[in-house]
């Protein structure tokens, strides 16, 4: 969510892998380490979510057009 979605503040994170073994370990590692998820982080993640057509186009339009002012600047400096 962090960094595709510009929300730095949500610490929210899924794990996709096959490997069982590896799966078992990271869960057990999140017990160790966390209670649970912050439930607002979780709401505003899913809202993300449904919307991400919309929030991943305008981000991609702001990283080109600031893309596009990084090139005139490194023509200029």
């Known amino acids: 969510m962090s960094k595709s979605f510009g929300m730095a503040g949500l610490r929210v994170g899924w794990v996709a892998c096959q490997d069982k073994i590896l799966l078992k370990k990271i869960l057990n590692t999140k017990y160790y380490t966390s209670i649970c998820n912050s439930a607002p982080a979780e ?35």
């Open 43 to 77: 709401i505003l993640s899913l809202i993300s979510l449904k919307n991400k057509d919309f929030i991943l186009d305008r981000n991609n339009q702001i990283v080109s057009q600031n893309l596009k002012l990084l090139d005139k600047f490194m023509e200029k400096y």
